[in-house]
């Protein structure tokens, strides 16, 4: 008889999505495309139910082949495999700083009715960083990041490009200052596009500056929630500086970054749009808010949300078919690099690989927690001085958190975002539970996108 024994529901994930029934084996990440007869015998052998409905379905032969196919499955550790690696040990490596994001300006020229750092000012006196605190950061960088070849700097805001003369400043000591030690610094920038002239492009090209531009689609949908100051709307400005700006960049180095709310739950229709601008490189999130919002996402609101993501698979194959085709963050997925990697414990880095920096030099463990004392760990100056904060989100993995380890997804989402973790529920090891149905959402998306494509590299489709 088929081994059941050693097979645990949360080792595998079954699921039909449009023509392909996909079956996942977490612990090995081997994905098998099953005919309807494996699909549904596979099925009623983990719900342990009588398997004569299927037999009655599709006869013995094609089940007894099914069986023997499962089997073969199971006998090559690619079905109810285990986990062939040592967590403790992955997750005991001596960490070091690769990243920081540089909250260059804690000041906005928009006021994005979603946005988690309080109009810009993160809660506190709207501000910029000197230059003097930024070089600070970039030693701290440098010295923290150890035998790390490479390190990572993200401008960000508030909105960094009011400070353009402390970014370019910055950009130029830190590339010379880690070439000095024989490392490299990669440089990103984080902006909602309104300052984006044609000398900010220049440099930001020269330097390999690469780009993640704010975009929430389409006019109305950007507008409504994304005005400037004055509450007009961003989008006819925008618009044009990130077009010439993709265009200097010759379409690489960049990404649209979009979030979409209760009022756009038709999102699909706003990355159809930046598509048909000429966008090639496309994210939509979802915003999180507290439930008092009019613009939160709730977990009733997600059959609309699957829908829409079930859209985009179809924008996203038809502009594949017509040759023309974009890149959708979400959907990008390997289905070759094994799970047996640390950064598949965790979700990111943040508190102890990677830390936001405030204007005034403080160090935190990224930027949705800056302005929340309690988080606080250290200053540039100073160095990490409370510990115990690093120590504390290096334990946030999926086996510290109940909901995750035993999820299908856990893998690949990781645990998910800590930040919207604790802002949902006030606890770093409990995940968000809508965000958590809108991650596995997408995984199918893409997993299916994936085996698509690998079935018609090997001519089967």
Not at 234 to 252: A, C, H, K, T, W
Not at 303 to 330: A, C, I, M, T
Not at 390 to 409: E, G, L, P, R
Request: proline share 3%; aromatic share 10%.
């Amino acid at each position: 008889m088929f081994d059941l024994k050693n097979i645990a529901q949360e080792n595998v994930h079954l699921f039909s999505y449009r023509e392909l029934n996909i079956l996942l084996d977490v612990n090995s990440g081997s994905i098998h495309v099953l005919d309807g007869a494996a699909s549904d015998l596979f099925q009623a052998l983990m719900e342990k139910k009588v398997m004569n409905t299927v037999i009655d379905k599709y006869g013995e032969t094609a089940v007894q082949e099914a069986y023997q196919q499962l089997l073969a499955m199971q006998a090559e550790g690619l079905l109810g495999s285990k986990m062939d690696f040592d967590a403790d040990s992955l997750l005991q490596d001596d960490s070091y700083i690769k990243s920081l994001c540089l909250n260059i300006s804690h000041d906005c020229n928009l006021r994005c009715k979603y946005c988690f750092a309080g109009t810009g000012d993160f809660g506190g006196d709207r501000q910029l960083m000197s230059f003097d605190t930024a070089k600070q950061a970039i030693d701290f960088l440098l010295k923290a990041s150890g035998p790390r070849p490479f390190c990572e700097v993200d401008f960000f805001g508030g909105e960094p490009l009011m400070n353009f003369d402390v970014v370019k400043d910055t950009v130029i000591y830190a590339k010379e200052a880690a070439r000095k030690i024989d490392k490299e610094i990669r440089l990103t920038l984080t902006t909602n596009g309104m300052l984006l002239n044609e000398q900010v492009r220049r440099f930001l090209v020269e330097h390999k500056v690469k780009l993640v531009l704010s975009l929430d689609g389409r006019a109305e949908t950007n507008d409504f929630m994304r005005p400037t100051a004055s509450g007009r709307g961003s989008y006819e400005r925008i618009i044009p500086n990130f077009q010439s700006m993709v265009e200097e960049l010759d379409g690489v180095d960049y990404y649209l970054r979009g979030t979409y709310t209760k009022h756009n739950l038709d999102f699909s229709h706003d990355v159809e749009h930046m598509a048909s601008l000429g966008f090639r490189e496309l994210s939509v999130e979802p915003v999180v808010a507290s439930k008092e919002e009019d613009y939160a996402i709730s977990e009733e609101d997600y059959p609309k949300v699957s829908k829409e993501y079930d859209r985009l698979v179809d924008l996203y194959l038809d502009y594949q078919q017509k040759g023309d085709p974009f890149n959708f963050f979400h959907f990008n997925i390997s289905l070759e690099q094994g799970p047996c990697l640390s950064k598949r414990l965790r979700s990111c880095g943040a508190g102890f690989e990677y830390l936001a920096v405030t204007p005034q030099g403080d160090l935190y463990p990224c930027h949705q927690f800056v302005g929340q004392p309690e988080f606080c760990l250290g200053n540039v100056t100073e160095g990490v001085k409370d510990k115990s904060i690093s120590q504390t989100f290096k334990n946030t993995h999926i086996f510290n958190k109940k909901d995750c380890s035993k999820c299908w997804a856990r893998f690949y989402c990781s645990g998910g975002c800590n930040a919207n973790s604790y802002q949902q529920s006030g606890d770093l090891l409990t995940p968000y539970k809508t965000g958590c149905l809108v991650q596995k959402k997408r995984l199918e998306c893409a997993i299916y996108l994936e085996v698509k494509k690998m079935l018609h590299a090997e001519g089967e489709v």
